[in-house]
């Protein structure tokens, strides 16, 4: 084997035009497959940073439309009494918060915690320790466990900050414990406060409005698990049939939990990328075939000596691996110069994205995929070069049948390059079409010119119900002093922003004159509180009745305002003005509210998904003590970034200690696609490198033909054939690999359109027109490559080829 890589070094290195384009070609795979491999890994491969991590699992609770339903308090306490699958299990439900105290404020994520919370992921403290059952009641001062980054930002990392007072959200806690570095579930979170701490507000099982999370003890599957709570739901469901009736639980493994809305997305890149390693392993099998023509001599000699058909297999192997050793080391550079851009690019959106970097497991997929490419594109010219008879190969025409042998090889290798690049062009342009005709959907507001603001403003009491006038009396001087700036034009606030990942609450709601709504019916619909000018703010269009003004206070009749989708499904071919309905779940004394306004839909949750039935109500009818995280939408005249400091300081002018988190309102719409927007910009990237790989490897095949068919064409020529003969010839010949190569491709994506077609938005996946222009792409650049050695073939003079022969 060194003697074979010692003549294959020099080897290579009297052939350095065809090295480089080999080592560049096949680092250019390698190199690709490996960055985007570094994602995969990061994203689905790696296990989550637990103890048994695949032990832990994600509960919810499921009815007839949807899988994943947020769960109930109390139905929580029961699976967790009755069932025995369970080592530990938690509920928890959190969000931005404001925190006072050391050196803030701040603003984080904090997070309500249920008993057993942190066993379930078995992470210890770093400092003091984690919630007691002494700890778990209502009291004046609440305990909290602070994240290891935010001991070290708001408290300089002092070691005596147990028992240290902070506010969250104007709730005053004493810090008890420190999580270890690292420990941010879920969602950055970096405050936990028990859920025990707060009044009860699960007294109906109605209201679902917390996650829960589970570990399985050693052994149990989760099948076992999910069969035991189907069987505690189908007993609660006897139990409390007005609330639990259709209601099950959905068990999934935390890891598929995280990366599910992302894993089919980067599956379908790394076999992108896997496509174009593919076809840069046909274009050196290509080159390879090509030079073993000219060596074919060379290996009968060697027969002739004594070497075995193994021996002559194992030296060409040698020389193969040793140019993907090269390509793939090329390869690595350029997956650690491309893994942080890729990093940069990555949506946010994507879990784990942050751990992304070339560590010891993508470094032996580089090795593995280099070695496994040697051996690819290795195989057909050893086993070519191996099977040559002896003596065929010494008659002085040597080349000849192994010249034709090569080219038929070639012409295979170049029909399966264009068939997988059409398939990798036609997946890439339908995802292209589809998020352009994403980006067409109009979204029911207007973004430009509007900068958004997340509050986290104190919760005003705990224990004790707080007067509205002094609710009011502080969202409304923000407001006011907001609205006073020069330039904005409107300002008003909402409970969840469009196109935000912000919990979406949603809630059965009855019908005055009609039967009350019975769970799991399809009479529901999001439930958001708003200010007089949000929708004003926000550009969504009033379409019948009025908005909210100034009397809409706490003591007129409750009114709200519903969207046109509401208005179409539930009163169709009436005017739902006037109408009243009630919300069971989402107001501590629920009442009825007039319908006095429709306004026009908007996309909430993302521009891919329909517009739903949504209820606004007014704030200043519905003020909560714990409503603390409002969102502040404003419409400048101008750009709205020039807008953020004098905002910022309104705020302050009411209360200094109030966090704020600025967006604008197009940078969410942005984000809002960005996850389609980074899949479409990679798919397009490879796809651009499939065609141009095709492309060489089409030019390379016709050029080769053409120099190994120069006394042939001279004949031609002297015959009388014209310069228009031979060019039509040898584009007859690209055309025809072309031509085959993409109706073998068309049925291969065909054969995948299932796959794709769950990633697409109202494009097909057999979509005619994006194959027919991906077909005619492909068949003009095989005509550009081909037209090249045509031209070149028609300058052959007839008398020097018939005088070389």
Same mark, same amino acid.
């Given at each position: 084997?060194?003697?074979?890589?010692?003549?294959?070094?020099?080897?290579?290195?009297?052939?350095?035009?065809?090295?480089?384009?080999?080592?560049?070609?096949?680092?250019?795979?390698?190199?690709?497959?490996?960055?985007?491999?570094?994602?995969?890994?990061?994203?689905?491969?790696?296990?989550?940073?637990?103890?048994?991590?695949?032990?832990?699992?994600?509960?919810?609770?499921?009815?007839?439309?949807?899988?994943?339903?947020?769960?109930?308090?109390?139905?929580?306490?029961?699976?967790?009494?009755?069932?025995?699958?369970?080592?530990?299990?938690?509920?928890?439900?959190?969000?931005?918060?404001?925190?006072?105290?050391?050196?803030?404020?701040?603003?984080?994520?904090?997070?309500?915690?249920?008993?057993?919370?942190?066993?379930?992921?078995?992470?210890?403290?770093?400092?003091?320790?984690?919630?007691?059952?002494?700890?778990?009641?209502?009291?004046?001062?609440?305990?909290?466990?602070?994240?290891?980054?935010?001991?070290?930002?708001?408290?300089?990392?002092?070691?005596?900050?147990?028992?240290?007072?902070?506010?969250?959200?104007?709730?005053?806690?004493?810090?008890?414990?420190?999580?270890?570095?690292?420990?941010?579930?879920?969602?950055?979170?970096?405050?936990?406060?028990?859920?025990?701490?707060?009044?009860?507000?699960?007294?109906?099982?109605?209201?679902?409005?917390?996650?829960?999370?589970?570990?399985?003890?050693?052994?149990?599957?989760?099948?076992?698990?999910?069969?035991?709570?189907?069987?505690?739901?189908?007993?609660?469901?006897?139990?409390?049939?007005?609330?639990?009736?259709?209601?099950?639980?959905?068990?999934?493994?935390?890891?598929?939990?995280?990366?599910?809305?992302?894993?089919?997305?980067?599956?379908?890149?790394?076999?992108?990328?896997?496509?174009?390693?593919?076809?840069?392993?046909?274009?050196?099998?290509?080159?390879?075939?090509?030079?073993?023509?000219?060596?074919?001599? #060379?290996? =009968?000699? %060697?027969? *002739?000596? $004594?070497?075995? +058909?193994?021996?002559?297999?194992?030296? /060409?192997? &040698? !020389?193969?691996?040793?140019?993907?050793?090269?390509?793939?080391?090329?390869?690595?550079?350029?997956?650690?110069?491309?893994?942080?851009?890729?990093?940069?690019?990555?949506?946010?959106?994507?879990?784990?994205?942050?751990?992304?970097?070339?560590?010891?497991?993508?470094?032996?997929?580089?090795?593995?995929?280099?070695?496994?490419?040697?051996?690819?594109?290795?195989?057909?010219?050893?086993?070519?070069?191996?099977?040559?008879?002896?003596?065929?190969?010494?008659? #002085?025409? =040597?080349? %000849?049948? *192994?010249? $034709?042998?090569? +080219?038929?090889?070639?012409?295979?290798? /170049?029909? &399966? !390059?264009?068939?997988?690049?059409?398939?990798?062009?036609?997946?890439?342009?339908?995802?292209?079409?589809?998020?352009?005709?994403?980006?067409?959907?109009?979204?029911?507001?207007?973004?430009?010119?509007?900068?958004?603001?997340?509050?986290?403003?104190?919760?005003?009491?705990?224990?004790?119900?707080?007067?509205?006038?002094?609710?009011?009396?502080?969202?409304?001087?923000?407001?006011?002093?907001?609205?006073?700036?020069?330039?904005?034009?409107?300002?008003?606030?909402?409970?969840?922003?469009?196109?935000?990942?912000?919990?979406?609450?949603?809630?059965?709601?009855?019908?005055?004159?009609?039967?009350?709504?019975?769970?799991?019916?399809?009479?529901?619909?999001?439930?958001?509180?708003?200010?007089?000018?949000?929708?004003?703010?926000?550009?969504?269009?009033?379409?019948?009745?009025?908005?909210?003004?100034?009397?809409?206070?706490?003591?007129?009749?409750?009114?709200?305002?519903?969207?046109?989708?509401?208005?179409?499904?539930?009163?169709?071919?009436?005017?739902?003005?006037?109408?009243?309905?009630?919300?069971?779940?989402?107001?501590?004394?629920?009442?009825?509210?007039?319908?006095?306004?429709?306004?026009?839909?908007?996309?909430?949750?993302?521009?891919?998904?329909?517009?739903?039935?949504?209820?606004?109500?007014?704030?200043?009818?519905?003020?909560?003590?714990?409503?603390?995280?409002?969102?502040?939408?404003?419409?400048?005249?101008?750009?709205?970034?020039?807008?953020?400091?004098?905002?910022?300081?309104?705020?302050?002018?009411?209360?200094?200690?109030?966090?704020?988190?600025?967006?604008?309102?197009?940078?969410?719409?942005?984000?809002?696609?960005?996850?389609?927007?980074?899949?479409?910009?990679?798919?397009?990237?490879?796809?651009?490198?499939?065609?141009?790989?095709?492309?060489?490897?089409?030019?390379?095949?016709?050029?080769?033909?053409?120099?190994?068919?120069?006394?042939?064409?001279?004949?031609?020529?002297?015959?009388?054939?014209?310069?228009?003969?031979?060019?039509?010839?040898?584009?007859?010949?690209?055309?025809?690999?072309?031509?085959?190569?993409?109706?073998?491709?068309?049925?291969?994506?065909?054969?995948?359109?299932?796959?794709?077609?769950?990633?697409?938005?109202?494009?097909?996946?057999?979509?005619?027109?994006?194959?027919?222009?991906?077909?005619?792409?492909?068949?003009?650049?095989?005509?550009?490559?081909?037209?090249?050695?045509?031209?070149?073939?028609?300058?052959?003079?007839?008398?020097?080829?018939?005088?070389?022969?």
């Amino acid at each position: 084997m060194l003697h074979d890589l010692r003549y294959a070094i020099r080897t290579l290195r009297k052939n350095p035009a065809f090295t480089v384009v080999a080592v560049l070609t096949l680092a250019l795979g390698i190199g690709a497959n490996t960055a985007l491999f570094s994602v995969v890994n990061a994203v689905l491969l790696r296990p989550l940073p637990y103890r048994d991590p695949n032990r832990i699992v994600q509960l919810w609770e499921s009815n007839r439309s949807s899988l994943s339903v947020l769960v109930a308090s109390l139905n929580f306490l029961d699976w967790r009494g009755q069932s025995r699958s369970f080592e530990s299990m938690a509920l928890y439900a959190g969000g931005p918060v404001s925190a006072t105290g050391g050196d803030l404020p701040q603003r984080t994520s904090g997070t309500e915690v249920s008993r057993g919370f942190f066993d379930v992921f078995n992470v210890h403290p770093v400092l003091g320790r984690t919630f007691s059952a002494g700890d778990l009641q209502v009291s004046a001062s609440v305990p909290a466990v602070v994240g290891y980054g935010l001991w070290q930002r708001a408290f300089a990392s002092d070691p005596k900050v147990i028992g240290k007072t902070v506010h969250i959200s104007g709730i005053e806690c004493h810090v008890i414990g420190v999580a270890q570095p690292g420990f941010q579930f879920p969602d950055n979170t970096e405050l936990w406060i028990p859920f025990e701490a707060f009044p009860d507000d699960g007294s109906t099982r109605s209201a679902h409005n917390y996650f829960v999370i589970g570990r399985l003890k050693t052994g149990v599957p989760v099948a076992t698990a999910q069969a035991e709570l189907s069987t505690i739901a189908h007993r609660l469901e006897q139990q409390y049939p007005e609330s639990n009736k259709g209601q099950g639980v959905n068990v999934v493994p935390l890891h598929e939990q995280l990366v599910g809305d992302v894993k089919p997305a980067l599956l379908i890149l790394l076999g992108a990328v896997g496509l174009v390693l593919l076809i840069a392993c046909a274009n050196v099998a290509n080159l390879l075939l090509a030079r073993s023509a000219a060596r074919s001599r #060379e290996m =009968a000699v %060697r027969t *002739a000596l $004594g070497a075995g +058909r193994a021996r002559l297999v194992l030296q /060409v192997l &040698s !020389e193969s691996l040793l140019l993907s050793a090269i390509g793939g080391s090329v390869g690595l550079l350029l997956a650690l110069w491309a893994t942080p851009l890729l990093s940069l690019l990555i949506p946010e959106s994507v879990p784990r994205a942050h751990e992304i970097q070339i560590d010891a497991a993508v470094l032996c997929f580089a090795l593995a995929i280099s070695v496994l490419t040697g051996v690819l594109f290795g195989l057909l010219p050893a086993r070519r070069l191996s099977r040559s008879e002896l003596n065929v190969s010494l008659k #002085e025409a =040597a080349g %000849r049948a *192994a010249t $034709g042998r090569t +080219r038929r090889a070639g012409r295979i290798l /170049v029909v &399966s !390059e264009l068939a997988l690049s059409m398939v990798l062009l036609i997946t890439a342009g339908l995802l292209i079409r589809s998020f352009f005709g994403i980006l067409r959907v109009d979204p029911g507001f207007r973004a430009e010119h509007v900068v958004t603001a997340q509050l986290s403003l104190p919760v005003l009491s705990l224990t004790e119900p707080v007067h509205p006038g002094a609710i009011l009396n502080y969202y409304g001087q923000i407001l006011e002093r907001v609205q006073s700036i020069p330039g904005v034009l409107a300002a008003g606030t909402t409970t969840r922003l469009p196109l935000s990942d912000q919990l979406n609450v949603t809630g059965l709601f009855d019908i005055e004159g009609r039967p009350p709504a019975k769970l799991g019916s399809s009479q529901d619909a999001g439930y958001r509180v708003a200010s007089a000018d949000y929708f004003r703010a926000l550009g969504i269009p009033l379409v019948r009745g009025r908005e909210f003004d100034t009397h809409d206070s706490v003591g007129a009749p409750q009114i709200a305002l519903i969207n046109e989708t509401m208005a179409r499904r539930f009163w169709p071919g009436q005017d739902p003005l006037g109408k009243r309905i009630k919300f069971g779940g989402m107001e501590p004394q629920p009442q009825w509210v007039t319908v006095v306004g429709v306004v026009g839909d908007f996309r909430e949750s993302g521009l891919t998904e329909r517009p739903e039935p949504e209820v606004f109500v007014p704030f200043t009818q519905h003020l909560d003590g714990r409503l603390s995280d409002p969102n502040l939408v404003v419409r400048g005249a101008g750009d709205p970034k020039l807008l953020v400091s004098a905002i910022r300081d309104a705020i302050r002018a009411v209360d200094k200690n109030v966090p704020v988190e600025f967006n604008a309102m197009d940078a969410l719409l942005a984000d809002s696609v960005a996850q389609r927007r980074f899949q479409m910009r990679l798919l397009a990237l490879f796809a651009g490198m499939a065609l141009m790989l095709a492309a060489v490897g089409i030019y390379g095949v016709i050029a080769y033909s053409v120099s190994q068919r120069t006394h042939e064409i001279g004949i031609r020529m002297a015959l009388g054939a014209e310069r228009a003969d031979v060019v039509k010839m040898v584009i007859g010949q690209g055309m025809r690999m072309a031509a085959l190569g993409i109706a073998m491709g068309i049925a291969g994506a065909a054969a995948v359109s299932r796959i794709l077609s769950a990633q697409l938005y109202e494009v097909s996946a057999t979509d005619a027109a994006t194959y027919l222009v991906v077909s005619i792409l492909l068949l003009a650049v095989a005509l550009a490559a081909t037209y090249i050695p045509a031209r070149r073939a028609t300058a052959v003079d007839p008398l020097i080829a018939l005088r070389y022969e």
